[in-house]
């Protein structure tokens, strides 16, 4: 559609999205990986029915379907008693309201679907060892200086390169990121190693004070996804550093037991401490505009994040394909469309992790009282901004 491709830095969930959005669009794309290889870390993912959009948006719905496993219900459990607090069911009327379902997916399998689509698309370059250093633009195009010393001119510049994004720091210099205190611990075990009694089929909460544990089963039941959470004030931001069963428990000795258990169920756990952003609106400088992790970092709380970095791509897609070659006219309207919704996704997810996930005494008291005073069609209703939209303004499900 233009002599430039559009240049996509990050080949992480949001940048493969776009190039194949972008790629269904007429445009020529080249995927700037950092990388020596284009992947996933060993984890699940759960995705809402505005993924679900996305994938049939991007082309790639069948197959996405085909890797998700479909839940009955988001539950969640009190930590401290054992007890359920409430269950939003998932089933026929979530679908028809929703017009997709929930599911959850392993990380790998659904960036798998993802790539090999980018592979097969002929108007997508993908790139390894290819890390973006900054960029250079001159109103008609824009030059990304990589690695290596090479210049790659494209028509525009998409930052899709994370929390740690170095395109961010052009557009919106807010240096590092805030580190939340709350320590993450994965592990992906087998099935029959998880407790026979919570082999459910639902994404399980355990809230406790300070600490939370989530369940779910993954990849056509064949094993079980854990993450584990406690607000331990850890000072600085990690990412997947190996570490002791040991130090994961640390977080959980006040919890019951039954809950406190599926830790020890857990096998090469790993940490992350989780870090987010301030939402912003300085995504675009001309020919360079932000996207997924790098506009809009959130705590994981509504498990959101990749399903906003998709919803992203189908909207900057969308721009591009309707601005008559005007791509800084569309990298604005892309911008105007995003920034308020996922800022209130980001907004949200601390909110939640504040009041839903971690609190404690008359605070959980409270939780569990408003929670269980809502009915099925209350929390539809309250999902439906997220879950019924498409991330494209003036459309919905
Ligand atoms: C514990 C946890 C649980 C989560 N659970 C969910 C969930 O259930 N549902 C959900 O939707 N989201 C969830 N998320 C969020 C989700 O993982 C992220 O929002 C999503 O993966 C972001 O994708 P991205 O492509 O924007 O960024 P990334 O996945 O970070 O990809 C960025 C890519 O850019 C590359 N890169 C970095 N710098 C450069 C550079 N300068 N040049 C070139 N390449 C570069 C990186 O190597 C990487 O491949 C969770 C996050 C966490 C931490």
Redesign the pocket.
């Known amino acids: 559609m233009t002599e430039y491709p559009v240049l996509i ?9 776009a190039a194949l959005g972008l790629a269904r669009k007429g445009f020529g794309v080249v995927v ?4 020596p290889k ?1 992947g ?1 870390i060993g ?6 029915p505005n ?1 679900f959009h996305a994938f049939d948006y991007l082309g790639v719905g069948d197959e996405a379907r085909a890797q998700a496993v479909y839940i009955d219900m988001l539950r969640l459990m009190d930590a401290m008693s054992g007890e359920e607090i409430i269950h939003i069911p998932l089933d026929e009327p979530f679908r028809k309201r929703f017009g997709n379902p929930y599911a ?1 997916v392993h ?1 790998a399998d659904l960036h798998g679907v993802l790539l090999n689509a980018c592979e097969a698309n002929d108007r997508i370059e993908l790139r390894v060892n ?4 900054g960029y250079q633009q001159n109103g008609t195009t824009v030059k990304a200086e990589i690695v290596s010393g090479e210049h790659m001119t494209g028509c525009a510049l998409i930052g ?8 961010r720091q052009r557009l919106v210099g807010d240096g590092e990121p805030i580190v939340s205190g709350h320590s ?1 611990y ?1 592990s992906v075990i087998p099935t029959e190693a998880m407790p026979e009694d919570l082999r459910w089929n639902a994404a399980t909460l355990w809230a406790g004070p300070k600490c939370h544990i989530v369940h779910y089963p993954l990849s056509g039941w064949k094993v079980f996804n854990l ?1 584990v ?1 406690y607000h331990n004030n850890a000072p600085e931001p990690v990412s997947g550093h190996p570490v002791p069963i040991e130090e994961v428990r640390k977080g959980f000795a006040h919890i019951t037991e039954r809950a406190r258990k599926i830790i020890e169920h857990g096998t090469d756990w790993r940490l ?1 401490v ?1 870090c987010d952003r301030e939402p912003v609106d300085s995504w675009v400088d001309g020919r360079v505009a932000l ?4 506009a809009h ?2 705590m ?1 709380y509504y ?7 998709m919803e992203d791509a189908v909207c900057l897609s969308h721009m591009m394909e309707h601005s008559g070659g005007d791509v800084e006219a569309a990298l604005v309207g892309y911008r105007d469309q995003r920034v308020v919704r996922t800022g209130r996704v980001q907004i949200g997810a601390r909110a939640i992790g504040e009041h839903v996930y971690h609190p404690a005494g008359v605070h959980a008291a409270v939780r569990n009282e408003i929670m269980q005073s809502m009915s099925t069609e209350d929390y539809y209703d309250r999902l439906e901004w997220l879950y019924g939209s498409t991330g494209l303004a003036g459309t919905s499900k």
Do not use: F, H, N
């Open positions: 830095a990050g080949g992480g969930i949001g940048g493969l999205s700037l990986e950092k990388s284009l996933e984890a699940g993912i759960q995705i809402g993924a959850v990380r290819s890390e973006v250093l899709a390169d994370g929390l740690r994004s170095s395109i993450t994965r993450v959470t992350w989780l996207l997924g992790d790098a970092p959130m994981q498990a959101q994040g990749a399903c906003m970095a």
